[in-house]
T-cell receptor, first 114, second 114 residues
Framework: AQSVTQLDSQVPVFEEAPVELRCNYSSSVSVYLFWYVQYPNQGLQLLLKYLSGSTLVKGINGFEAEFNKSQTSFHLRKPSVHISDTAEYFCAVIGGGSQGNLIFGKGTKLSVKP | DAGVIQSPRHEVTEMGQEVTLRCKPISGHNSLFWYRQTMMRGLELLIYFNNNVPIDDSGMPEDRFSAKMPNASFSTLKIQPSEPRDSAVYFC????????????FGPGTRLTVL
C-alpha cells in the first residue's frame, strides 16, 4: 500500500534562510510524487510533481525537490525563503486506481520569521 | 478560467441535521475527488468519480455520507444525519483523470456541527 511520511510537523526558519522539508514514501506501484502548498484558509495548490525523467524537479515560487529512489525520499527545498512562504506543505503519492487519487502526508507547517 | 467552485464556504449546523456540500469542477475535467481535512487525520480521500461514475468510495466513513455526480459539472456530498465528529474542512478537487495529472482544489467548505 502507498503511504507518505513527513518527518517534521513544524519547521521554523528565518527569512532568507534555506529550508528543506522532508518526505519519505512507500509505494508498491509506479512512483508519482507531488508537493502541494496550503495557505491559511485556502485550498491546496500544486508546487511541483515528479512523474518520470530528471530526478530534480523545479516548481513554482522557487521551490525544487529531488526524487531519490534508493532512499525513497522526495524532499522539498528552497535556497532562500520569504515571509510569504509561510504555509502548510503536503507531500503526496499516487494511490491505487487508474485515476490517480492522492495519498497525503500529515503536512509540515513552515513558519518564516523576520 | 474559473477554478473549482465549492459552496457554501462555511456551514454551521446542529447535530442531526442534513448537510449538503456542492462542487463545480473545472470545465473539461473528467475526474472529481472529495477530500476531508481534520487536525487528527489530516487529508483523507472520501470518494472519487471518473466520467460521473463513482470509482472508489472506500473512504466514505459510513452510511450517513453519500455523494452524487449527476453530470460533468456538478457534484454533491451529503451527510444525513450530521454529527459533531463530522466537523472538518471538505475539499473538492478535479483533474483530467490521467495518472499523474494535477488535481486542482477548491477553496473548501468548513463544516461545524454543534
Amino acid at each position: 500500500a502507498q503511504s507518505v511520511t513527513q518527518l517534521d510537523s513544524q519547521v521554523p526558519v528565518f527569512e532568507e534562510a534555506p529550508v528543506e522539508l522532508r518526505c519519505n514514501y512507500s509505494s508498491s506501484v509506479s512512483v508519482y510524487l507531488f508537493w502541494y502548498v496550503q495557505y491559511p484558509n485556502q485550498g491546496l495548490q500544486l508546487l511541483l510533481k515528479y512523474l518520470s525523467g530528471s530526478t530534480l524537479v523545479k516548481g513554482i515560487n522557487g521551490f525544487e525537490a529531488e526524487f531519490n529512489k534508493s532512499q525513497t525520499s522526495f524532499h522539498l527545498r528552497k535556497p532562500s525563503v520569504h515571509i510569504s512562504d509561510t504555509a502548510e506543505y503536503f507531500c503526496a503519492v499516487i494511490g491505487g486506481g487508474s485515476q490517480g487519487n492522492l495519498i497525503f502526508g500529515k503536512g509540515t507547517k513552515l513558519s518564516v520569521k523576520p | 478560467d474559473a477554478g473549482v467552485i465549492q459552496s457554501p464556504r462555511h456551514e454551521v449546523t446542529e447535530m442531526g441535521q442534513e448537510v449538503t456540500l456542492r462542487c463545480k469542477p473545472i470545465s473539461g475535467h473528467n475526474s472529481l475527488f472529495w477530500y476531508r481535512q481534520t487536525m487528527m487525520r489530516g487529508l483523507e480521500l472520501l470518494i472519487y468519480f471518473n466520467n460521473n461514475v463513482p470509482i472508489d468510495d472506500s473512504g466514505m466513513p459510513e452510511d450517513r455520507f453519500s455523494a452524487k455526480m449527476p453530470n460533468a459539472s456538478f457534484s454533491t456530498l451529503k451527510i444525513q444525519p450530521s454529527e459533531p465528529r463530522d466537523s472538518a474542512v471538505y475539499f473538492c478537487a478535479s483533474s483530467f483523470g490521467q495518472l499523474g495529472d494535477t488535481q486542482y482544489f477548491g477553496p473548501g467548505t468548513r463544516l461545524t456541527v454543534l
